[in-house]
Nanobody, 123 residues
Framework: QVQLVESGGGLVQAGGSLRLSCAAS????????MGWFRQAPGKEREFVAR????????QYADSVKGRFTISRDNAKNTVYLQMSSLKPEDTADYFC????????????????WGQGTQVTVSS
């Protein structure tokens, strides 16, 4: 069992920055590939970014590429999402999750999820 707790969300103006954190319980964090997803009201949960267990491979959704940075600190059992140049369309609940299947972009290939943290970007 893995428990994930996201934090760092809030209200920010367009063009601003936020850093989200996802703290994981358990001793096996360094063996997990981790992803960030987001879900806006009335929309499907969508892939944002993913980082492999060692941090050696990273993928981003096209919509955030160049603006968001995913990273991790295995000593702290934490994965981060640094978000810059935020836009109103980035407004959503953001979730971290443990990848269990081969498709890093698909929410169906993740099993453990946090409760989410809300990000609101005002124009």
């Amino acid at each position: 069992q893995v428990q994930l707790v996201e934090s760092g969300g809030g209200l920010v103006q367009a063009g601003g920055s936020l850093r989200l954190s996802c703290a994981a319980s358990g001793r096996s964090f360094s063996s997990y590939d981790m992803g960030w997803f987001r879900q806006a009201p009335g929309k499907e949960r969508e892939f944002v970014a993913r980082i492999t267990r060692s941090g050696g491979a990273i993928q981003y959704a096209d919509s955030v590429k160049g603006r968001f940075t995913i990273s991790r600190d295995n000593a702290k059992n934490t994965v981060y999402l640094q978000m810059s140049s935020l836009k109103p369309e980035d407004t959503a609940d953001y979730f971290c999750a443990v990848q269990r299947g081969p498709r890093y972009f698909s929410r169906y290939d993740y099993n453990y999820w946090g409760q989410g943290t809300q990000v609101t970007v005002s124009s």
